[in-house]
């Protein structure tokens, strides 16, 4: 009988997994501002997993909700996280990654986060209030894109060889 | 395409460069000025039950949560985050309880909502700072 389901229950109980490892992370780490591992694990699960990754995101920024509460903030999550796995699939259709490169748009991502976080401010109190929330978390936006970039640049590389060999074990199963 | 990839680190480190100088520019633009000098302001704050208090001050404080300090009798409390100063839940044993019905204390400048939080509002000479009691249905209401 041929399987019609989008995921296998292999494939999901893994999404699962890579989600909590998601939040795990970020949990972890949220004693330091601005410094997060979920911007390198998004680019390495779009560049291993694909399309599963829209599924461990959501997973993720559900969880952010249930535990932090449904603020502001967090309606913004909805559209900025995927903007960093879109510019992956478009990035990295056709070419390999490259640890600078990664870091470059790790980096170039966490820069522009409050910027993209801003959107959702201009909706609600207009361009005034978008455009100083955004100012005002500048010195913390590049804080956020040069730990990116670093994380990026000493982490990438490993965790790209641990993921795509998990997932090769995983195929042949 | 060959020759497009070999440039591409370098697109990117510009690209990089490009934003990191476009975040520092509209910073420098933006961030609040502080007045020097001495500076006359009043402060009002609204209560739910419209009740008002009004308080005439002088100082010398540049931020309006230093100015507000010292008041004698003036409370002011809340939650302080390094990115945007001191979040008011409080004002003098007032809690405005946002997880049980939405509530806030808005601060309003010269009748309009200020741009920055108590901690990061340069205040002016002569300019009039409220703390008003909001409710969410008051809000749709403005």
Request: glycine content about 8%; hydrophobic content about 45%.
């Amino acid at each position: 009988m041929k399987n019609h389901s989008l995921f296998t229950t292999r494939e999901l109980v893994l999404d699962a997994l890579l989600s909590a490892l998601l939040f795990v992370s970020q949990v972890s780490l949220s004693w330091l501002p601005n410094v997060e591992l979920v911007s390198l694990l998004l680019i390495l699960y779009t560049l291993v997993f694909r399309k599963h990754v829209w599924l461990i995101l959501y997973v993720f920024v559900i969880l952010e909700g249930l535990v932090y509460g449904f603020g502001l903030w967090w309606f913004s999550y909805l559209y900025v996280w995927p903007i960093l796995p879109a510019a992956v699939f478009l990035i990295y259709k056709n070419n390999t990654p490259k640890p600078f490169g990664i870091s470059l748009l790790s980096g170039i991502f966490g820069m522009l986060f409050g910027f993209f976080c801003a959107g959702f401010y201009l909706i609600t109190g207009g361009p005034g209030a978008a455009l100083t929330w955004w100012a005002a978390g500048i010195p913390y936006d590049i804080a956020h894109g040069t730990g990116n970039f670093f994380l990026s640049l000493i982490l990438f590389q490993p965790l790209y060889r641990l993921l795509t060999s998990l997932k090769r074990g995983q195929s042949h199963q | 395409m060959n020759r497009f990839k070999r440039l591409s680190p370098f697109l990117g480190g510009c690209a990089a460069i490009a934003v990191l100088a476009l975040l520092l520019v509209v910073y420098t633009l933006t961030k609040p000025v502080p007045m020097a000098g001495t500076k006359s302001i009043s402060i009002d704050v609204e209560y739910e039950n419209g009740v008002n208090e009004h308080y005439q001050i002088t100082t010398e404080a540049q931020f309006l949560l230093e100015a507000l300090k010292s008041i004698p009798n003036f409370q002011i409390e809340g939650t302080t985050t390094e990115e945007f100063g001191l979040m008011v839940t409080t004002i003098n044993g007032k809690r405005a309880d946002y997880q049980k019905d939405g509530a806030y204390w808005a601060l309003l400048c010269d009748g309009e909502t200020c741009n920055y939080g108590v901690s990061q509002q340069a205040i002016k000479d002569g300019e009039r700072y409220t703390f008003q009691y909001t409710l969410p249905s008051e809000e749709l209401k403005k």
